[in-house]
């Protein structure tokens, strides 16, 4: 190269360049005929990474001269596109371009390209950091240009992954000058370079938004021929100042087969697909994206990953946008940041300091954005485009597909968004304008290029649509972030935005509005798009570089805009004579061309545009809608993407609807009819027969009964009107298929709320206004109703639909009016799962339609099942603190929050979560509830909805897992009164067991510090909820939570958010604030992960169901937290106690065994031994005891770990039932103290009695000794004789060694004790902390005269009568007997436990009567009765004068049975029997053995087995489904009793609960082992266990030898020591005199243990069950109704028994409560039976009396009775029971109790016995 000419260099400061033009080497055919066709394949080739032919230069001159070759003037040639854009070369101004193609793998021979000397002669500057770029054609121009390229070249199109890579071209003949490059004698212009560029890039005099799609090629080996260009003229070069750039035009593949009639069809749509595939869209292309997907929460909606590749880009969009993000369309991949900072990492590597990083594998936004209209539905166009708009993002008005060449007008996108704006002529009333974009009459104003242009057009639009303060990108142009990426598939797009004034003269850059059209690429490619534009615009701004005065483009005479042409003085091929001919021939004036000066800066340009279009707007008549452009684009060949014929029935069907409505409220009177005044009715009749407030003196249940009567007149009357055709269009049309039904819903409530904006939308604003200014309470009231009677919206639809549904569920199931409708629910249930939200509270009447909201649901879980799991995300706040925005910003739905219409009521909304993110929420779907503002105090008067908002804040609270609690900082007054219910509604949900999170969201904190800021209001924050929490607490009289974290979970810094304001700057022209969206966006996360390590299990939707409506229940009444029942949580108790019952038996059982054991124990200790000391005993004792200790210790633990986990694990709904922990927790403390004294007392009760036998057992081992000795003498002394004696001589000898031998022992009578002196001192010990009084009656009577009558209970004096008849409103004679009845029960149960003592015939223990004294305290402390002094003392001189005469008989008995006199007479038998056995030297092991085993082992065995039995028995009856828990058996009582229907069983479960339960218990264990094969089961098994453990024994001791008939039985009892107890006597009786062969003895024992089984097993089989239950240790019906009696306490009124689970629980409940007459109240004047029933009582203003209150309100029940919870009935059939019972035996009890006949209410006597138990299986929760 030679020097270069550097004169009159252009300056290029501040890192500007001007660039110059290259051809591609797709123009090399088109300059170079002789070309080889081999060339054809230069555009197939891959893996091209940057590499360029290197291109050779000559003759380069300085100063003037021209570089020349082979006489030609030419320029130098840039390097790269890429290049060009930053790399000013010297003495070329910077303004060269190249669009060198680079190639892959390419083996190329690359001509040399000769340049001659370039004229720099008066170059362009270009300050500021802009550049001016030059043209360069593409590929696709070469077909075009060059008639003789070969059709091969068609497949240059098929190019892959090789952006922006160019062959280097040879130009040729490039003068200098105003010359023009001529070619084979034709004057060109110059081609463009590539489509990214040309909207954003200035190239020298181009216009810069011609299109280009240089193809990249594949694998390709190519010679690239040289390129030879002519005539270039590089004089009067463009400046671009101020950062714009012009960009110069190319054409896109498309365009070349749309301008070459020989392009092959092939070639069509490949770059649209590459780039759908690059991205990972191309499966969506026909099966369109749903906003369903989109708005999926999956692992990607909480990853803050960049995208990494293409295919991540539309998620990553797709996310941002739907949160209204404004950096949407940063769509940079961190691939290319890695890259970049890779090259940064080498200080020293200077390689690649001009490589472009952003070109290799990115894409423009529009491309993208392009890609996602043509691959997503409508509804997604609608959402897209709701978003962009608020984003100020510039939308589609025609979407072009480079597939089919064709352009679609987005009228259905652009439908939805609704805009807000004032013009200048309502600035003064400061009204305003609210109405859809698309049906708003505007002008519009079009900006569109013409060939080259040297001015960014899209940049100088933007800055004409912002303020200088408020600089916005609404348009991408190429300083944007990836702008500058070639346009692939996005040519021929025209966006639009709108100006719209906000009424501030000083503001508004426009005072009327306006809408701008931009069209992207040269018009002279998209004509028709040119030609809508001109049809549809007020004006057409035309900006070029270069014009033909024969232009026909612009001189079409259909054109109805004005046009401007915007040119660039710069650009030195602009002369005025083309401008004069052509101003001429299209009637410009001199208004009409606008030329940017070279002294002209941008700022001064923009202005003058800006005055261009306000003097068009100010004069134009063309106004149109987006609505009406679709007429012109018919007429053009245009679709229209509402032309689709489901669009099109849809739209046809809410017409239909809504062309009908003249006057809003009339039509909702004449269409609506059901929930208008009826429905208010209805909702007044629901809530007052939970209140009772206007009940005055009427007896409950008749008023009740004339309010179910009123309630089922209102639903006739809803059935007497035929379904109105309105409702009957509305059904029809939402039962047509999916897409159909989706366009319709859109299109009515578009329709719908286009009709309700006129009314309302001034309305709402007059609101709020007057809502300022508290003064105008009436004004603001009736605004309010106005605004409830003129809005209309979709729910009023739905709302009818549910009406009509539930009316129709009070005809006949057989009525086919009924039948038509079941579909319905299904119907909505599908539109929820489509995502459409369902109104849940009627925010108007205040009221859930709660059977149809039910049925819905139902639905929708059969339509999702098994996956039907949900977790609920709700919001509360003040009014009008963007609520509805939030979740919308949040999760990406559509809830209305437009001011002419606001939510009433509560919303709910199903969001499906994606597969691979059920694991970390454990969910299927997420639930969102949208709620009604909550009023200020002020407000909430004028309506009475202090109630509807207190309603709505528990429903919602109760629903949900999470509660977002929306606070606008301005509204800090209010936020106190909003948070106050909120509290409530928190406190109410801690009670009942549900602990749902919450995060409050701090509104308009704009502050990036604002966290650290509010730090001290966070801490005010928590101080106000803490003082509302205590102020919560006293009123709902839970005054035990002191503080907010006492109710629930929250941390003051991670539970607040700070969200800055919705929008950046001054609505309506203001984007939506990006800190917003990011905030919104954390607090998303944050949630989602809450969530996700949400203790409580989430709910599925059956579940959710019965949430919904047990709440509302409770909410109807105005005690919420006594009101409050649900299956969920009563399931959950039941599963409680199911598994508490079964952990109690097993310790219970476990020990019963121990004790068993440790008593066997005690009564072998010492029989096989030959001494036996007292203190040996005590020893054992010891040990015994410490081993009880550890066993207790280790069940105790064991079950408290059971109950731990049980609350750990995730599944039941344990959380619900938290509260009940600290109870069950203190009962199992409480059983195993009992255990541990009845163990204790049951293992000292056998030691003492074994210490009490020592001496008689000392005394006749010594006496037995010395009887043997005799026996054997006399047999030694008859054998010495040696004579043959006869049996009968040797009987003579025996008896007169026997009486000789009884003389000479010593037997001195056994003493007995008195055992009245024992139980008198245990009675005295007992009574004596009761005080003087107690000890000075126990004196007054012997206790030897006590027991001996019948028990009768005299009253004393008239005081205490009176006290106690207060208690209950009995009369005198009902006290007597009540009392009576206590102690008979008592005394039943103490005689039970007596008899069982006294059939053990061991000797009396003190602990027997500690035992009789512990049970009637213990029943004492639980009766409801008043007891007195003398009672219990009486009472207690009876029991144990009775118990003290039958275990003084007992204690007789055993002395006299255990006389060592006595026992040797009983065996004198044997002894003789022996003696004749030893001296006749007979074998005696087959006798021994028999004796042996019918003495000991027998008695032993059976005596096990009756010890083990009664644990069998238990755990047979444990699983049957009765006894399982309290309330299971309650329910199966109940049903038994209604099946029989007979009076005295009743009245006995009525009058004598316990009698009658024991008998029933007793009754169920008999009939289960009627049969005798399952007890016949149990016997066998431990007989078998028994004869196991003994035949063991025998095989161990015969296995060791032993050296007497007395250590081989020792060894045997020794083994068998723990299991069976053997008799003492009977042992030394068997082991006297005998002549014994060991192994003999051993053969036979194994045969009669063998007899003995057999006997045993026909013993059983032939004994009367009620025999065996009355030789059993534990008895089982005792053990069964222990455990079902539970706490025996009774209701306070009705005197139902108490349910609750675990003997020491804190509160009472009964789950079925009774009429009070059937617990014997009357009315106190009538002497009638009373109907009331204390579930309806509690919450009426009826009051009680008692001994400790008079007159107090049944309401306040909990002041006198703390310990009981009587929550009203969950619904009016819920005692249906107990209604049923006193009907029919009114009379009978009115007999039994000595009263009148109750009055029945009419209600009770329709209930039939099936309606009776259906209630009984609703109210204990049976299934």
């Known amino acids: 190269?030679?020097?270069?000419?550097?004169?009159?260099?252009?300056?290029?400061?501040?890192?500007?360049?001007?660039?110059?033009?290259?051809?591609?080497?797709?123009?090399?055919?088109?300059?170079?005929?002789?070309?080889a066709t081999d060339d054809k394949e230069t555009n197939n080739q891959h893996e091209c990474d940057n590499k360029e032919s290197a291109p050779t230069t000559k003759g380069t001159s300085t100063g003037d001269k021209s570089e020349t070759l082979n006489g030609e003037t030419r320029e130098e040639p840039s390097s790269t596109s890429a290049e060009s854009d930053d790399k000013p070369k010297d003495g070329t101004d910077g303004e060269e371009t190249s669009c060198i193609n680079t190639q892959h793998n390419c083996d190329d021979k690359v001509s040399a390209h000769t340049m001659e000397e370039p004229s720099t002669e008066d170059k362009s500057e270009a300050p500021n950091g802009e550049r001016?770029?030059?043209?360069?054609?593409?590929?696709?121009?070469?077909?075009?240009?060059?008639?003789?390229?070969?059709?091969?070249?068609?497949?240059?199109?098929?190019?892959?992954?090789?952006?922006?890579?160019?062959?280097?071209?040879?130009?040729?003949?490039?003068?200098?000058?105003?010359?023009?490059?001529?070619?084979?004698?034709?004057?060109?212009?110059?081609?463009?370079?590539?489509?990214?560029?040309?909207?954003?890039?200035?190239?020298?005099?181009?216009?810069?938004?011609?299109?280009?799609?240089?193809?990249?090629?594949?694998?390709?080996?190519?010679?690239?021929?040289?390129?030879?260009?002519?005539?270039?003229?590089?004089?009067?070069?463009?400046?671009?100042?101020?950062?714009?750039?012009?960009?110069?035009?190319?054409?896109?593949?498309?365009?070349?087969?749309?301008?070459?009639?020989?392009?092959?069809?092939?070639?069509?749509?490949?770059?649209?697909?590459?780039?759908?595939?690059?991205?990972?869209?191309?499966?969506?292309?026909?099966e369109k994206l749903s906003l369903s997907k989109i708005l999926e929460i999956n692992e990607k909606t909480i990853n803050d990953e960049p995208p990494k590749c293409k295919s991540d880009l539309p998620l990553y969009f797709l996310k941002k946008l739907m949160m209204v993000n404004v950096t949407a369309r940063k769509i940079e991949r961190s691939a290319s940041e890695s890259n970049s900072e890779d090259t940064l990492s080498d200080p020293c590597n200077f390689n690649d300091l001009f490589a472009c990083h952003n070109m290799n594998d990115s894409l423009n936004p529009l491309d993208l954005i392009t890609a996602l209209f043509l691959c997503s539905d409508g509804f997604v166009h609608q959402e897209l485009a709701l978003k962009m708009s608020m984003c100020q993002f510039s939308v589609p008005l025609l979407l072009p597909n480079c597939d089919t060449q064709q352009c679609t007008l987005m009228l259905w996108a652009m439908r939805d968004i609704v805009k807000k704006y004032r013009p200048s002529d309502l600035s003064e009333s400061k009204g305003f304008i609210e109405d859809r974009i698309a049906l708003s009459e505007l002008p519009m104003i079009s900006f569109?290029?013409?060939?080259?242009?040297?001015?960014?057009?899209?940049?100088?639009?933007?800055?004409?649509?912002?303020?200088?303060?408020?600089?916005?990108?609404?348009?991408?142009?190429?300083?944007?972030?990836?702008?500058?990426?070639?346009?692939?598939?996005?040519?021929?797009?025209?966006?639009?935005?709108?100006?719209?004034?906000?009424?501030?003269?000083?503001?508004d850059i426009f005072s009327e509005p306006v809408a701008i059209a931009n069209l992207r690429g040269d018009i002279a490619s998209f004509e028709t798009q040119f030609s809508f534009l001109c049809q549809t615009s007020a004006a057409v701004f035309v900006f070029f570089d270069q014009l033909d005065s024969e232009c026909e483009l612009l001189t079409n005479k259909n054109h109805k805009a004005q046009i401007f042409l915007v040119g660039n003085q710069q650009n030195k091929r602009i002369t005025l004579d083309v401008l004069k001919k052509l101003a001429t021939r299209l009637n410009l004036t001199r208004n009409n061309i606008i030329i940017k000066s070279k002294q002209t800066n941008n700022a001064d340009f923009v202005k003058s545009l800006k005055k261009t279009v306000s003097s068009v707007l100010t004069n134009t008549q063309l106004k149109m809608s987006i609505e009406q452009m679709a007429e012109v684009a018919h007429e053009l060949g245009i679709p229209v993407d509402e032309d689709s014929p489901e669009c099109q029935d849809g739209k046809k069907n809410a017409d239909a609807i809504t062309a009908e409505i003249k006057d809003t409220f009339q039509f909702k009177e004449n269409q609506f009819p059901l929930q208008g005044h009826i429905w208010k009715d209805l909702t007044f009749l629901e809530k007052e027969e939970c209140r009772l407030r206007n009940i005055g003196s009427e007896d409950i249940e008749n008023y009740k009964s004339n309010l179910i009567k009123k309630r089922e007149e209102q639903r006739k009357k809803q059935n007497s009107y035929a379904m109105s055709s309105v409702m009957t269009c509305f059904i029809s049309a939402i039962s047509s298929p999916h897409r159909e039904r989706c366009y319709f819903l859109k299109w009515i409530r578009m329709n719908l709320d286009n009709l309700s904006r006129t009314e309302l939308s001034g309305l709402r604003e007059l609101y709020k206004e007057k809502c300022k200014d508290s003064e105008?309470?009436?004004?603001?009231?009736?605004?309010?109703?106005?605004?409830?009677?003129?809005?209309?919206?979709?729910?009023h639809f739905f709302r009818e639909m549910g009406q009509i549904y539930e009316a129709s569920l009070y005809l006949p199931e057989t009525d086919q009016s009924r039948q038509q409708l079941q579909h319905l629910p299904k119907l909505c249930a599908q539109l929820l799962l489509d995502g459409f939200?369902?109104?849940?509270?009627?925010?108007?009447?205040?009221?859930?339609?709660?059977r149809w909201v039910s049925d819905v649901l139902s639905q929708l879980n059969d339509l999702v099942s098994p996956k039907n799991k949900i977790l609920v995300v709700t919001v509360l706040g003040v009014q009008s603190t963007g609520k509805s925005t939030l979740l919308n910003t949040m999760f990406g739905v559509q809830f209305a929050v437009s001011s002419g219409r606001c939510t009433r009521g509560a919303f709910m909304l199903l969001i499906k979560v994606n597969e691979d993110f059920k694991k970390v929420l454990n969910c299927d779907f997420m639930m969102i509830i949208d709620t009604e503002g909550l009023k200020s105090p002020e407000l909430a008067q004028l309506d009475n909805s202090h109630e509807h908002d207190n309603e709505l804040a528990t429903l919602v609270v109760g629903l949900s897992d999470i509660t977002i609690i929306n606070i606008a900082m301005e509204n800090s007054t209010e936020m106190k009164d909003i948070l106050q219910i909120v509290v409530h509604a928190f406190l109410r949900m801690k009670e009942v067991?549900?602990?749902?999170?919450?995060?409050?969201?701090?509104?308009?904190?704009?502050?990036?510090?604002?966290?650290?800021?509010?730090?001290?209001?966070?801490?005010?924050?928590?101080?106000?909820?803490?003082?509302?929490?205590?102020?919560?607490?006293?009123?709902?009289?839970?005054?035990?939570?002191?503080?907010?974290?006492?109710?629930?979970?929250?941390?003051?810094?991670?539970?607040?958010?700070?969200?800055?304001?919705?929008?950046?700057?001054?609505?309506?022209?203001?984007?939506?604030?990006a800190g917003y969206s990011e905030t919104v966006y954390e607090l998303k996360k944050n949630i989602i992960q809450q969530l996700g390590k949400c203790e409580s299990t989430s709910n599925n939707i059956l579940e959710f169901r019965e949430w919904i409506t047990s709440l509302w229940n409770a909410v109807k009444h105005e005690n919420f937290i006594f009101s409050f029942r649900n299956s969920l949580v009563a399931d959950a108790y039941m599963r409680l106690c199911t598994e508490y019952n079964q952990w109690e038996w097993e310790f219970k059982k476990e020990m019963y065994t121990w004790v068993t054991t440790a008593e066997t124990r005690i009564s072998n200790f010492g029989s096989f031994t030959a001494t036996f000391e007292i203190s040996d005993m005590n020893e054992f004792?010891?040990?015994?005891?410490?081993?009880?200790?550890?066993?207790?210790?280790?069940?105790?633990?064991?079950?408290?770990?059971?109950?731990?986990?049980?609350?750990?694990?995730?599944?039941?709904?344990?959380?619900?039932?938290?509260?009940?922990?600290?109870?069950?927790?203190?009962?199992?403390?409480?059983?195993?103290?009992?255990?541990?004294?009845?163990?204790?007392?049951?293992?000292?009760?056998?030691?003492?009695?074994k210490k009490g036998l020592k001496e008689l057992d000392k005394i006749r081992a010594t006496y037995t000794e010395r009887i043997e000795k005799a026996v054997c003498d006399l047999i030694d002394k008859c054998r010495k004789s040696k004579v043959k004696m006869t049996d009968r001589e040797l009987d003579e000898s025996f008896d007169k060694m026997w009486t000789e031998a009884m003389n000479t022992l010593s037997f001195s009578k056994q003493q007995t004790s008195n055992i009245f002196t024992n139980v008198s001192l245990q009675l005295q010990t007992n009574l004596s902390p009761k005080g003087s009084h107690a000890c000075e009656l126990l004196s007054k009577k012997s206790l030897k005269d006590c027991g001996l009558e019948p028990f009768t209970y005299k009253p004393i004096g008239m005081k205490e009568t009176v006290k106690t008849f207060l208690k209950g409103l009995w009369t005198w004679a009902d006290l007597i007997k009540a009392r009576q009845e206590i102690a008979e029960r008592i005394i039943s149960d103490c005689d039970g436990d007596i008899s069982d003592k006294v059939k053990r015939k061991t000797n009396y223990h003190d602990t027997y009567i500690q035992e009789i004294l512990h049970i009637i305290d213990k029943r004492l402390n639980k009766t409801d009765v008043d007891i007195d002094m003398k009672f219990e003392v009486s009472l207690k001189q009876h029991i144990c004068g009775s118990a003290a005469r039958k275990f003084q008989k007992m204690h007789e008995e055993f002395i006299q049975e255990n006389d060592p006199y006595k026992c040797l007479q009983k065996n004198k038998e044997t002894f003789c029997t022996d003696f004749k056995d030893v001296f006749q030297k007979r074998d005696q092991c087959q006798k021994k053995a028999e004796e042996f085993t019918n003495q000991s082992l027998k008695p032993a065995v059976e005596n096990f087995i009756y010890r083990s039995l009664g644990v069998d028995i238990v755990d047979k009856m444990m699983t049957k489904e009765e006894f399982s828990t309290r309330m299971s058996f309650q329910y199966s009582v109940l049903l038994d009793l209604i099946s029989k229907g007979d009076f005295n069983s009743l009245k006995e479960y009525v009058c004598s609960y316990e009698v009658y339960v024991k008998s029933w218990t007793s009754k169920r264990i008999k009939e289960y082992f009627s049969s005798g094969l399952i007890i016949c089961e149990l016997e066998d098994k431990r007989l078998n266990s028994c004869i196991d453990h003994i035949n063991d024994a025998i095989k161990k001791a015969t296995a060791e030898k032993s050296d007497s008939l007395r250590t081989f039985v020792v060894k045997i009892c020794t083994e068998l020591g723990d299991k069976l107890v053997f008799s003492q006597e009977a042992l030394d009786a068997f082991m006297v005199v005998n002549n014994v062969d060991q192994e003999q003895f051993g053969h036979w024992l194994n045969k009669c243990v063998e007899e003995m089984t057999k006997s045993l097993r026909e013993k059983f089989k032939s004994t009367?069950?009620?025999?065996?239950?009355?030789?059993?240790?534990?008895?089982?019906?005792?053990?069964?109704?222990?455990?079902?009696?539970?706490?025996?306490?009774q209701c306070p009124f009705c005197k139902i028994s108490c349910d609750a689970g675990g003997e020491n629980h804190t509160h009472h409940f009964a789950s079925l409560h009774r009429p009070n007459g059937l617990g014997r109240y009357r009315n106190s004047l009538s002497g009638k039976l009373v109907t009331d029933i204390c579930s309806s009582l509690v919450i009426s203003d009826i009051c009680f009396s008692c001994s400790e209150a008079f007159f107090q309100p049944y309401k306040q029940y909990k002041d006198i009775f703390p310990d009981w919870n009587i929550p009203p009935d969950v619904s009016l059939e819920a005692s249906d029971y107990w209604k049923y019972v006193m009907n029919k035996y009114n009379k009978e009890f009115a007999k039994e109790y000595d009263a009148e006949p109750g009055d029945i209410p009419d209600a009770w006597k329709k209930i039939t016995k099936e309606q009776a138990v259906e209630s009984l299986k609703k109210s204990f929760n049976m299934k």
């Open 1181 to 1249: 004792m010891t040990e015994l005891k410490s081993e009880a200790t550890t066993e207790l210790t280790k069940w105790e633990t064991k079950i408290l770990d059971n109950l731990k986990k049980y609350f750990e694990q995730p599944e039941g709904h344990v959380y619900l039932v938290e509260g009940y922990r600290e109870d069950f927790s203190n009962s199992i403390k409480s059983l195993r103290r009992q255990t541990e004294r009845s163990v204790f007392n049951q293992i000292t009760t056998a030691a003492e009695i």
């Open 1664 to 1689: 009367m069950f009620e025999t065996k239950l009355s030789l059993l240790h534990m008895k089982p019906e005792n053990e069964l109704f222990n455990r079902v009696i539970g706490c025996g306490k």
């Open 448 to 507: 569109v290029r013409l060939g080259e242009c040297s001015l960014s057009k899209s940049e100088i639009l933007n800055k004409l649509l912002s303020n200088s303060e408020q600089y916005h990108d609404t348009f991408v142009h190429r300083d944007m972030e990836c702008g500058d990426i070639q346009r692939r598939i996005s040519n021929g797009l025209t966006e639009m935005t709108w100006y719209l004034p906000c009424g501030n003269k000083n503001m």
């Open 993 to 1073: 067991g549900k602990k749902p999170q919450c995060q409050f969201v701090h509104q308009n904190v704009s502050d990036v510090s604002a966290h650290e800021k509010n730090l001290r209001d966070r801490k005010l924050l928590l101080e106000q909820l803490n003082e509302m929490t205590q102020a919560a607490a006293k009123m709902e009289k839970k005054e035990e939570n002191k503080s907010f974290t006492d109710v629930m979970e929250y941390n003051p810094d991670t539970g607040n958010c700070y969200v800055p304001g919705l929008w950046n700057g001054n609505p309506p022209m203001a984007p939506v604030n």
């Open 1 to 35: 190269m030679e020097e270069p000419s550097t004169e009159d260099k252009s300056e290029a400061p501040n890192g500007e360049r001007g660039e110059e033009p290259a051809s591609t080497s797709a123009e090399s055919d088109v300059n170079n005929p002789n070309a």
């Open 837 to 850: 939200p369902l109104e849940l509270v009627d925010g108007d009447a205040s009221n859930i339609p709660l």
């Open 132 to 286: 001016g770029e030059e043209p360069a054609s593409t590929s696709a121009e070469s077909d075009v240009n060059n008639p003789n390229a070969a059709t091969d070249d068609k497949e240059t199109n098929n190019q892959h992954e090789c952006d922006n890579k160019e062959s280097a071209p040879t130009t040729k003949e490039t003068s200098t000058g105003d010359e023009s490059e001529t070619l084979n004698g034709e004057t060109r212009e110059e081609p463009s370079s590539t489509s990214a560029e040309s909207d954003d890039k200035p190239k020298d005099g181009t216009d810069g938004e011609e299109t280009s799609c240089i193809n990249t090629q594949h694998n390709c080996d190519d010679k690239v021929s040289a390129h030879k260009m002519e005539g270039r003229s590089t004089e009067d070069k463009s400046e671009a100042p101020n950062g714009e750039r012009g960009e110069e035009p190319a054409s896109t593949s498309a365009e070349s087969d749309v301008n070459n009639p020989n392009a092959a069809t092939d070639d069509k749509g490949t770059d649209l697909m590459m780039v759908l595939e690059d991205l990972g869209l191309d499966q969506f292309y026909k």
């Open 776 to 795: 105008n309470k009436q004004e603001i009231k009736e605004i309010d109703q106005q605004l409830s009677s003129s809005s209309l919206g979709v729910e």
